[in-house]
């Protein structure tokens, strides 16, 4: 098992964090960040936090469209610890592991089931947010090395399995999890398709 020292929260859904944050707060975990997700944490009290741009080295683009598509995010998540190689490649250039992703997503399916216009439709569909669920999905079914969560539903869970095994998720969550991050995923973009579809009748 690999305990959990670097955690990336981007959620929409800010229900439940505060207990998630504490209980991550009490293993040291550093947590990454951004947006409206960051001023949450930091009004929470968290030291441990560092912006997404500040790790990256990179700012985030206007209307934050693109801040976390960047090699420090998914090669944290989707190379293998384990391998020489691949550890390699992360020291040469300044990749740290990510142990646990916590992502909902952009409301898409409310957006569009309250008759959104195309513009308005289409700026709820969230691409940084599956990217990295399915990055943190993928590194949990190869590697057991990352947790991903995608509903607030989910940290009483966590948090109880956390504190049961000081701080490292057991193979079990990560895999029962990453089935869940995929079946959201695949969700999300059939309701993208059965909207655009319906614009067609």
């Known amino acids: 098992m690999v305990m959990i020292k670097r955690?990336?929260?981007?959620?929409?859904?800010?229900?439940?964090?505060?207990?998630?944050?504490?209980?991550?707060?009490g293993f040291g975990v550093e947590i990454v960040s951004s947006g409206g997700t960051a001023r949450r944490i930091r009004e929470l009290g968290y030291g441990m936090l560092i912006e997404v741009s500040d790790y990256?080295?990179?700012?985030?683009?206007?209307?934050?469209?693109?801040?976390?598509?960047?090699?420090k995010?998914?090669?944290?998540?989707?190379?293998n610890r384990g391998d020489p190689d691949h550890r390699r490649w992360m020291e040469e250039n300044?990749?740290?592991?990510?142990?646990?992703?916590?992502?909902?997503?952009?409301?898409?399916?409310?957006?569009?089931?309250?008759g959104a216009d195309l513009e308005t439709a289409a700026e709820n569909i969230d691409i940084g947010g599956p990217s990295m669920v399915r990055s943190a999905a993928k590194a949990a079914l190869l590697y057991d090395s990352v947790l991903v969560v995608t509903?607030?539903?989910?940290?009483?869970?966590v948090i109880?399995?956390?504190?049961?095994?000081?701080?490292?998720?057991?193979?079990?969550?990560?895999?029962?999890?990453?089935?869940?991050?995929?079946?959201?995923?695949?969700g999300y973009d059939s309701?993208?398709?059965?909207y655009l579809e319906g614009m067609e009748d």
């Open 160 to 186: 109880a399995t956390l504190r049961e095994n000081d701080g490292e998720p057991d193979t079990y969550l990560r895999r029962k999890y990453a089935l869940k991050a995929f079946k959201r995923t695949a």
């Open 94 to 114: 300044g990749v740290e592991p990510i142990d646990m992703v916590v992502c909902n997503l952009y409301p898409f399916e409310r957006v569009a089931e309250a």
């Open 7 to 25: 955690a990336l929260i981007s959620v929409y859904d800010k229900d439940g964090l505060e207990g998630l944050v504490e209980a991550l707060g």
């Open 73 to 79: 995010i998914h090669g944290g998540l989707l190379l």
């Open 191 to 194: 309701a993208i398709v059965s």
């Open 151 to 157: 509903e607030p539903a989910q940290y009483s869970e």
């Open 56 to 71: 990256t080295g990179h700012p985030e683009s206007p209307g934050g469209l693109v801040k976390t598509l960047h090699p």
